[in-house]
Antibody, heavy 118, light 110 residues
């Protein structure tokens, strides 16, 4: 059974930094693309970033400020968030695809809340 | 920038059939966009219903189906039940590693 457990969320001031983690189990993590999706309070889902092999992809809204990475030895996905803004306030979900040949988000973690406020 | 469009809200009677759509502000949706559909209730993580146009996720009842209808992706729910009342989101692959979610449809069953 796929399990994804996010951590690292919290309250941070505008301009600050935070690193989210996602511990994965139940599948061969190193073979899978991984994705971060966020959801602002009362709003819809927003794709944030995907890592596939050595390639990384970002939404325009976070490009240059966020960095996705992974440690396959620890089965863990990361999202380094710098220069945070109020509009980055959201629940951040990590997601894995349905198989190693896919990228689309399929299995989801429970999410971690990031609040950017002074 | 291309926007993914969904009906903001929809209503269906218990036992009825409803089709939610996922379109583009410019152009047509095809299987090359790998449309996928998610169900979300308040306070919960999304649940994947359909991926790659019409592949049903494990454990999802067969009354949920995905397709391309005209120039849009579609999610059809047949025999709607009270617990189908949720928010439904689609996502499309735009190429170059980029995915875009639609704004979501709030489905009411009454």
């Amino acid at each position: 059974e796929v399990q994804l457990l996010e951590s690292g969320g919290g309250l941070v001031q505008p301009g600050g930094s935070l690193r989210l983690s996602c511990a994965a189990s139940g599948f061969t993590f190193s073979n899978y693309a991984m994705t971060w999706v966020r959801q602002a309070p009362g709003k819809g889902l927003e794709w944030v970033s995907t890592i596939r092999g050595s390639s990384t992809y970002y939404a325009d809204s976070v490009k240059g400020r966020f960095t996705i990475s992974r440690d396959n030895s620890k089965n863990t996905l990361y999202l380094q968030m710098n220069s945070l803004r109020a509009e980055d306030t959201a629940v951040y979900y990590c997601a894995s695809p349905p198989g190693s040949g896919y990228v689309v988000p399929h299995d989801w973690g429970q999410g971690t809340l990031v609040a950017v406020s002074s | 920038q291309t926007v993914v469009t969904q009906e903001p809200s929809f209503s269906v009677s218990p036992g009825g059939t409803v089709t939610l759509t996922c379109g583009l502000s410019s152009g047509s949706v095809s299987t090359s966009y790998y449309p996928s559909w998610y169900q979300q209730t308040p306070g919960q993580s999304p649940r994947t219903l359909i991926y790659s146009t019409n592949t049903r996720s494990s454990g999802v009842p067969d009354r949920f189906s995905g397709s391309i209808l005209g120039n849009k992706a579609a999610l059809t729910i047949t025999g709607a039940q009270a617990d189908d009342e949720s928010d439904y989101y689609c996502v499309l692959y735009m190429g170059s590693g980029i995915w875009v979610f639609g704004g979501g449809t709030k489905l009411t069953v009454l």
